[in-house]
């Protein structure tokens, strides 16, 4: 099958000051360097790491939102739009945003019927009838009621304002969504229906998803193909099930190894790897494996040298010279 979305070794560098002062040197913030991605038609990838390693940047890049220092963004093999012009307003149709805070995306101000109305006003020609019509449609495949139809914002619960910005995505039929961290700012016992309502959702209409978050377990849950990134690159990737099954990456390995899990005892020990210290400071990304300032594996190769993706058993691709080792499986 053909991919819906395709990045190819996408780079979006900043200039920013190095220190504090008006005269500190200039540097180079590599948010995202050299990243490449490929979406099927209904599948969901899930893009996770640590904060500040680039994955909602590489979000807004897959949408046009924030122009690629260089790479390419293809969608339906045709390439990306510049931003703003009605080629690429034509597009965004097809391709729509949820963002983490539902209320910051939601204007205080309108009553939410009219809110979730609006992709027509922007895509369609169409009656306010008709737009009545369709969001009220809308609002009941995301769960929400009728009545609610005239409520604001701040009249509902979180859950309840995530599925008004999702009823607000599908207004125009969307094939892509990019979920920027939907469900981090809900409460945990609202998550798992919201978690539900994206598979329901994709289930019923085969949307894709490209889910960025910083949750292993909802990742988990929600993805069938598996991205990780660590300061600006991706370090692994492949099919859900077998990377959270045996991650190959001394990063994945400690990610998976933190995901919460309730221990009722006879089953085999899950491996301990805990991750020293913070992510380095991407404007002084260290050299070779960005990895070895925080890996137990590093050597002077890692140190020196910077891996590239590999090809793993599977159609796993990894980022790591000692991937292969079987040292380092034991000493895991
Ligand atoms: Fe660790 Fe070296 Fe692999 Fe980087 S390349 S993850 S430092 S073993």
Known sequence: MSALLEATNLRRHYRVRAGQGLFAPKAVLRAVDG??????????????????CGKSTTGKLVLGL?????????????????????AWRGLRRHIQMVYQDPLGALDRRLPIGTQIGEPLVIHEQTTATERRDRALAAMESVGLQRHQYE??????????????????????????LVCDE???????????????????????????YLFISHDLKVVRQVS????????????????????????????????????????????????????????????????????HTRCPFATAQCRAEAPTLQPLAGGRMVACHRVHEPALQVAA
């Open 35 to 52: 990243v490449s991605l490929a979406l099927r038609p209904g599948r969901t990838l899930g893009l996770v790491g640590e904060s500040g």
């Open 182 to 208: 939907p469900i981090s700012a809900l409460d945990v016992s609202i998550q798992a229906q919201v978690v539900n309502l994206l598979l329901d959702l994709q289930e019923r209409l085969g949307i894709a």
């Open 66 to 86: 924030v122009p690629p220092t260089s790479g390419t963004v293809h969608y339906r093999g045709q390439t990306l739009p510049p931003v703003g012009t009605p």
């Open 151 to 176: 409520r604001y914002p701040h009249e509902l619960s979180g859950g309840q304002r995530q599925r008004v910005v999702l009823a607000r995505a599908l207004m125009t039929g969307p094939d892509l």
């Open 224 to 291: 069938h193909d598996v991205a990780v990134m660590y300061l600006g690159r991706i370090v692994e990737q492949g099919e859900a099930e077998s990377l959270f099954a045996a991650p190959a990456h001394p990063y994945t390995r400690a990610l998976v190894a933190a995901i919460p899990t309730v221990d009722f005892g006879g089953g085999p020990k899950r491996e301990r790897m805990l991750l020293q210290g913070d992510p380095p400071n991407p404007v002084n990304v260290p050299s070779g494996c960005a990895f």
